[in-house]
């Protein structure tokens, strides 16, 4: 206990020597009026940073050399971050010229081919005149070469008898039809274009198609005189009445078999047709 009370009064006593920060021993009592002259209490704004620093401190404070060594560096890196900067500049733009001169050749390379083209056109849309022209011939002499053909099958086709222009028979394309005038049983040979069949009187021909169609599929033209009443037949001959045995040609059917076996005959064509046919008005009447 009296050890701590010893300890206790020799960190109080005001007589016992202490350390200052200078390095004397002074009396603790004393010690607050040296602070007053110690050159480690006293302190002092820096004139350059304004840093409060005690007097020991401020004789070892350089503030501006430091600041001017700080300066320099700072000095030294923009130096060369601007050449850096130059040289990336430098480098940009030579990159952009380059860039400048292939744009500038890309478009002479562009116009040498729209040129280019545009010859191709003109010789292209010239070429296909010559061909329209080459074509519109080749279709002429076509034509014409069918024309001859025609007339060498028609003539081929019809080898006996005349063909006389009908009046208002049209084939499915529009054609008039033409009468064939006494063939000479040629037009039982023929194949009638509607129904397909040979063994009938295809007496209507067109002479641009090339085809045949029978009376039993368009029934023939029939003009009737107003005052005898007497017909006429396609061909515009007049007909006279028969009794005796006959087939007619529009029905196809013999005398012997009908109830009334009156017909009427044009000899010149040899073309009959029965009273029936001319009741029933299965042929188109022409006044």
């Known amino acids: 206990m009296a050890q701590e009370n010893v300890i206790k009064h020799m960190s109080e006593c005001p007589y016992q020597q202490v350390s200052c920060k200078c390095g004397q021993n002074i009396q603790r009592t004393n010690l607050e009026q040296h602070k007053n002259i110690c050159v480690y209490y006293q302190t002092q ?9 005690n007097m020991e401190e401020l004789k070892n404070h350089k503030c501006l050399l430091e600041l001017q060594q700080l300066v320099k560096q700072l000095q ?17 733009k030579n990159q952009q010229n380059e860039r400048n001169n292939q744009l500038s050749q890309a478009k002479q390379q562009l116009q040498i081919l729209q040129d ?19 074509i519109e011939k080749i279709d002429q002499q076509r034509k014409q070469q069918n024309e001859i053909q025609q007339q060498k099958q028609q ?19 529009n054609h008039k039809l033409s009468f064939w005038k006494k063939p000479q049983g040629e037009e039982k040979k023929k194949n009638c274009l509607k ?22 599929c368009v029934f023939p033209e029939i003009k009737f005189e107003k005052q005898s009443m007497k017909p006429y037949c396609p061909s515009k ?18 005398g012997e078999d009908m109830i009334q076996p009156i017909a009427f005959q044009c000899a010149q064509c040899e073309f009959r047709i029965c009273l029936q046919c001319i009741k029933n008005k299965k042929f188109q009447e022409i006044n």
Do not use: P, W
């Open 155 to 173: 003539a081929q086709v019809i080898q006996n008898g005349e063909l006389i222009d009908s009046n208002q028979m049209l084939c499915e394309k």
């Open 116 to 134: 280019e083209n545009k010859k191709l056109q003109i010789e292209l849309q010239t070429k296909l005149l010559k061909f329209k022209e080459n």
């Open 45 to 53: 704004n820096c004139l350059v940073c304004k840093q409060n620093l």
């Open 76 to 92: 030294e890196k923009f130096q060369d971050y601007k050449e850096e900067s130059n040289f990336a500049i430098i480098e940009i």
């Open 237 to 254: 001959h007049q007909m006279n009445q028969i009794n005796d045995d006959f087939r007619c040609s529009a029905c196809d059917k013999k």
């Open 195 to 216: 129904c397909q069949k040979s063994n009938t009187t295809c007496r209507y021909y067109c002479q641009q198609c090339l085809i045949f169609i029978c009376y039993k």
